[in-house]
């Protein structure tokens, strides 16, 4: 969407912005139907039946599929204004969706005033209602003030031609987030060889560096945009400058994330009302991982350059190396030979790998894409 804007071909990106909310509207059946017929499976293969996780998950999973228009939605508004570089309009929508959901949790989990008492199937009520009224402001933000793009009914026939070229750059998304969840699955299952408390660390682990990862992920979805709209406008300097830009904050964020977890650790868990056992395992578990903090800011601006330059492939490669080639095996083999201690560096050895991986792809799509446009723009 943003090549076709940086090129100008107007008509050819509104077709594109149509055949995105046809996916969205797609993929949202896709998994209303696994909200029906797969969560009850997907918690089986994990936890047995008797255990609270089981109750309480296919609870929350079962909702948040079935009515899963309101994330698609909001995710595809979101992604409109970024294609133009209207980064405000997905912040709002962002915001709007996160304060309604804020707002109704602990009504609806705990059954405040009015509202019954739902636990789990609150949480996912209020999660599902702020994702909606998230589209909903998505809809009206984009009508209202994203003028470079028109949606229109004709153009949500299917087009197979556009959809390949989406999925082109797509599908390595689709597969990096999936990759994530199988190291998680299967990270879960080495560390719960160990007790239920490395588990937890893990867990609260992921929630911490959500914190750190999430500015450099929305620096992210600022640069694609900005680097796709000069690649169809062959301005490679542009290219080379947001390039620079992004990798410097990036690693600047990620720095400050690394001194947080360095010199605070126990305050970090503290938020955790976490025991002794916790402390004891946790407060060395997050020093070792954030050691890889540096270098997956680096990795993670390399990444977005090949999705904009629809390259996503390489990402792909990027991430499946990293984490099902590198870090698991990692962590299985020290889990059996060293031990639980040792585990945690699987991390920062996968780090070191994805930054190598992600030097060679750039120097080689540099090479060919962007080195060419100097000359030619000269």
Known sequence: LSRYLGAKEFERANKVASQGVLLAILSAVAFMLFGFFGTELFFRSQVGEESPIYAYGVDYLSVCCIASLGIFGQVMMERLAQATGKTVLSMTMQLSGAITNIILDPLLILGIGPFPRMEA???AVATVIGQFVAFGMGILLNLWKNKEI???????????????????IGVPSIIMVAIGSVMTY???????SFSDTAMSVFGVYFKLQSFIFMPVFGLNNGIVP???YNFGARRPERMTKAIRLGVCSAVAIMAVGLLLFQTLPSVLLGFFNPSEAMLELGVPALRIISLCFLFAGYCIVVGSVFQALGHGVSSMLVSLIRQLLVLLPAAYILSK???LSSVWWAFPIAEVVSMILSLIFYARIYRKLIKPMFSQSV
């Open 121 to 123: 199937k609150g949480a």
């Open 150 to 168: 028109r949606l229109h009914i004709k153009d949500m026939v299917p087009n197979f031609r556009i959809i390949g070229e989406i999925y082109k």
């Open 337 to 339: 030979t060293v031990g």
């Open 186 to 192: 299967c990270m879960n299952r080495i560390l719960g």
């Open 226 to 228: 900005i680097l796709a």
